[in-house]
């Protein structure tokens, strides 16, 4: 599977305002996605399928969904760890025949903590794996340890929470996920999310 279907899928919230500060449905949207956080950091990759949005991963298995992203933390080529993460801000909750919809902003600091063979020209491939995060980040944003060969990247990203009321629970649709099948949501919630 490719990788980009997931991988910001899952670079997801711990921390928010405080939930004295939100209305009932943002706290309750703010529940869900720390749920979801729970999930992700205990590694229960069943449970994180279960919470997305399935219709974003139609023309998958379900094994194919978490063995991707079981490889997408942790391969031959590195072990990802989220160090830190923030919901920056959650959207009003809209409300449309009885469904209910939310954006959440985050940010995420993580480490890739790259695992290179003996013989390989470690220094030079770990320069080039700086260079790309750099050039996709930007240089404020990333930081590489050459001698331990860990890459530590901040990012922004944003995802859908979505309540289903045929299906009575809650799902969390990624940034990737939205663009591919966003139009699934109604139009008039479209632009009030802003994707």
Not at 84 to 108: G, H, M, P, T, W
Request: hydrophobic content about 30%; glycine content about 4%.
């Amino acid at each position: 599977m490719r990788k980009t279907i997931l991988t910001s899928s899952y670079f997801v919230f711990i921390s928010c305002n405080s939930p004295s500060h939100l209305s009932n449905e943002k706290n309750e949207v703010r529940k869900v996605l720390l749920q979801f956080n729970d999930y992700l950091s205990k590694m229960n990759y069943e449970r994180v399928y279960y919470m997305n949005y399935l219709s974003s991963f139609d023309s998958f298995t379900k094994e194919e969904v978490i063995a991707d992203l079981q490889n997408s933390m942790h391969n031959d080529e590195y072990d990802f760890y989220l160090n830190k993460l923030y919901i920056d801000s959650i959207s009003e909750v809209f409300v449309y025949n009885s469904n209910k919809y939310a954006r959440a902003d985050y940010r995420v600091n993580g480490s890739f903590h790259f695992k290179f063979k003996s013989g390989e020209d470690s220094l030079r491939k770990f320069k080039g794996y700086c260079q790309n995060h750099i050039d996709m980040y930007g240089g404020t944003n990333v930081r590489c340890d050459q001698k331990n060969k860990v890459l530590n990247l901040t990012s922004k990203d944003y995802a859908l929470v979505i309540y289903s009321y045929r299906d009575r629970r809650w799902f969390i649709l990624s940034s990737n996920g939205a663009k591919r099948i966003g139009n699934i949501i109604p139009p008039e919630i479209q632009s009030k999310l802003q994707y």
